[in-house]
């Protein structure tokens, strides 16, 4: 027995170290994939109506030898284009920077299905949409302000350089002041000007550098909470009644060490200085400036009350401190003298610096069609990159970095984003919704084939990857990695969210999941299948693979291959009609499947009382009881509110009529996980085979090189006859 311990540590060593590897592995992040035309493009390109160059002139035709200097120019000339009889109108743009604030379309300026509009680069190199300016290191110089010297350690001093930003033009009205960040901050219930948009950033070398900050990296520590203010919840199942109309509430109190009270103490000033943690928990981010210190007693009050309340030593780290300008990648802008300070990395001569201005859309377009924009780079503004709301738009082939906002907001029907790379967002990355929830009607927009990775940067919990709303949307062969929260969730109906590659994920979160959505009776008609989740969590940090949070119900989650999943490889959270077949799951030791009636417990007295109120109001609020409805989720005809009902299957909070049938399991403990009495009672749980770690080689053709298509002779043929390959080759970017 001892040896066979032994060997299931080895195997889940090995698992840990590598990961999920499919026989077809899937592609490495290379940036000289994006950008790449097909051939089909590339002749569209040379053979474009209109042309726009660095080097042109508006006042040009727009031919080739003759062109636009800027894409309005080109918009403009499209738009007093004859479209009937053409089959298409084309617009070539030629490598080089275009400074801008917004790029906007309207109606006016959409092609037709028989004359679509195409917006692309030329192909003669990249074709950089920037938001904001990009400066010469040169440019920078030492410190000489000795005020502003006598603040830095003897290092710094040494090292930091500065930029007066007036040699650039730019002011303060270019850059905004600081506001509120975090998912979860309070701002908005304080007397001020508390929030707006995110404040200018600096990037070096495309990696955002961080406002001059203490602990450098990671958190310090809060402490002991001496009094929790007036949030918005007195305990986890018990709201504040009068949340809503406070003003000005009163914040917490913290008891801090002595070594951080003398710190804070050292700090010229504690204007603009500022707070960012997760003051309670873990998903719920928030930020607020320095309220009250008193050095004598070691304690601090945040401005801004904690929403949730406090917790003992929470996790935190003030940022915007000039005294803090301490290791390479941190930077401070004295917004009084028009200053930008930056402790630079190696090679710092040679870097490319960029200081995002704009606060709205790179690109904003309002009830468009038929318009494809292809092979852009969009980066520096302080909004969200590019927003279009409309039908039949693509935005295909582009790289989408350093923004604070979302990369791609798309709204409408028939939609594609498609071959797109997006990097170093401040919020999330592509947030499709459209479809219409009383018909039941598709959007039919789909994310397909985009590489996302190093998102939600600022903002750190619930900013997906990929985010549906409405119904029939569509989420595939995409690949995300090196988030601290979530990488896909979705809201409404119909959603298809398959053939993912998702890694690396949930960093920085336990109560969260790779793909996640939650605490609805109404969202039916979501399938999740044909994804590859791995390697998520890190360090002390164990979320979930696909989470069902709070009695979400209606899903069916199929075919998926989840490994190295730290806590519940599929988390039920107490919904119903929950279709959970032909799952692997393999190395997931803290509960494979997990199920439990977090609603059903509700009416016992249970932690989820104070909150399942949102679910019915969510259903009540939905067109459940409409033929439409009750003709594509007959599920639903069962349902009953009655709490009377306790006992009957049909009572909506009872975790019913599901199905977790036919799972493969490998792991170390041997179990399936925990699932509760109730789903037992009223769902199907059956015929989900474990194994142990020890049979990994009798089950999969060849695991140790990440093969997981079932051997020859595997034992699983028997135990789940019908069992169907999960298709990894075809998983993820093609």
């Not at 693509?394 to 923004?403: A, D, E, L």
């Not at 989820?608 to 679910?615: A, H, K, L, P, V």
Request: aromatic residues 12%.
């Amino acid at each position: 027995m001892k040896l066979i311990a032994v060997l299931n540590i080895i195997l889940m060593c090995f698992l840990s170290l590598f990961g999920a590897k499919p026989a077809k592995r899937f592609k490495a992040y290379s940036p000289e994939n994006f950008g790449k035309f097909t051939e089909s493009e590339a002749r569209l390109a040379e053979n474009a109506d209109y042309y726009v160059s660095p080097d042109g002139n508006d006042e040009a035709d727009g031919t080739f030898s003759n062109p636009f200097r800027t894409i309005e120019r080109a918009a403009e000339a499209v738009r007093r284009t004859d479209k009937n009889g053409k089959s298409g109108i084309t617009v070539a743009v030629k490598a080089g920077e275009y400074r801008i604030n917004s790029l906007r379309f309207s109606a006016e300026d959409s092609g037709t299905a028989e004359c679509p509009v195409t917006y692309m680069a030329y192909g003669d190199g990249e074709v950089v949409i920037n938001g904001g300016i990009t400066i010469d290191p040169k440019k920078f110089g030492n410190v000489t302000d000795e005020n502003m010297l006598s603040r830095l350690s003897s290092e710094a001093k040494e090292k930091v350089l500065c930029y007066d930003l007036s040699e650039s033009g730019i002011s303060q009205r270019d850059y905004g002041k600081i506001y509120a960040i975090g998912s979860y901050h309070t701002a908005s219930k304080y007397t001020g000007d508390w929030t707006g948009p995110l404040y200018c950033e600096l990037f070096v070398n495309d990696c955002r550098m961080n406002l001059a900050r203490y602990p450098d990296g990671g958190y310090a520590s809060l402490g002991k909470v001496i009094s929790t203010g007036e949030g918005a919840e007195k305990s986890s199942t018990e709201k504040n009644p009068d949340w809503s109309a406070l003003v000005d509430p009163v914040s917490d109190v913290y008891k801090i060490s002595d070594g951080l009270a003398k710190r804070i103490n050292s700090w010229k000033t504690f204007d603009d200085v500022w707070m960012f943690g997760y003051f309670k928990y873990d998903w719920a981010d928030a930020s607020t400036p320095i309220g009250n210190f008193d050095f004598s007693k070691k304690i601090l009050s945040p401005k801004f009350v904690s929403m949730y309340g406090t917790k003992d030593n929470a996790p935190f780290y003030f940022f915007n401190v000039f005294e803090e300008l301490s290791v390479p990648g941190e930077w401070y802008l004295d917004r009084v003298n028009n200053v930008l300070y930056l402790y630079p990395g190696e090679d710092f001569d040679k870097a490319v610096v960029d200081l995002s201005l704009s606060n709205e859309n790179l690109l904003f377009a309002e009830n468009l069609e038929y318009v494809t924009f292809n092979g852009f780079t969009f980066k520096g503004t302080r909004g969200d990159a590019i927003n279009i709301s409309g039908n039949n738009n693509t935005v295909s082939n582009c790289v989408v970095k350093n923004v604070a906002g979302y990369a791609i907001v798309v709204n409408g029907y028939d939609n594609l984003v498609s071959r797109n790379e997006i990097t170093r967002t401040g919020r999330g990355g592509i947030y499709l919704s459209g479809g219409d929830a009383e018909k039941l009607i598709p959007g039919n927009n789909r994310a397909d084939n985009n590489l996302i990775h190093d998102w939600s940067e600022i903002y750190q919990t619930y900013q997906p990857a990929v985010t549906l709303s409405g119904v029939g949307n569509i989420c595939s062969h995409n690949e995300m990695f090196n988030s601290p929260h979530e990488a896909i969730t979705f809201s409404g109906n119909d959603h298809i969210i398959e053939y993912n590659e998702i890694h690396d994920v949930c960093l920085l979160t336990n109560d969260g999941g790779a793909i996640y959505a939650g605490r609805r009776w109404n969202y039916y008609g979501n399938i999740i299948r044909y994804n590859c989740i791995y390697n998520i969590g890190s360090g002390d940090f164990t979320p979930d693979g696909i989470y069902m949070d709070d009695a979400l119900s209606g899903e069916t989650i199929y075919g998926n291959l989840l490994v190295n999943v730290p806590k519940y490889a599929i988390h039920l959270g107490g919904g119903r009609d929950l279709d959970v077949r032909n799952n692997i799951i393999i190395n997931c030791n803290g509960s494979s499947i997990h199920y439990d009636d977090r609603a059903r417990d509700a009416y016992l007295g249970g932690w989820y009382r104070g909150t399942i109120n949102q679910n019915w109001n969510a259903l009540h609020g939905s067109p459940y009881k409409s033929e439409i409805w009750l003709n594509a989720y007959p599920q639903m005809r069962k349902f009953i509110e009655d709490e009377n009902e306790f006992e009957n299957p049909g009572f909506v909070p009872n975790p019913s009529y599901s199905m977790v049938k036919d799972n493969l399991i490998v792991n170390l403990n041997g179990k399936i996980g925990d699932i509760c009495d109730s789903a037992y009672k009223f769902s199907t749980v059956e015929n989900n085979p474990v194994f142990r770690m020890t049979k990994l080689f009798k089950i999969f053709t060849d695991p140790m090189n990440g093969d997981y298509s079932l051997a020859e002779n595997s034992p699983v043929y028997n135990l789940i006859p019908g069992f169907e390959d999960i298709p990894v080759n075809e998983i993820g970017r093609y």
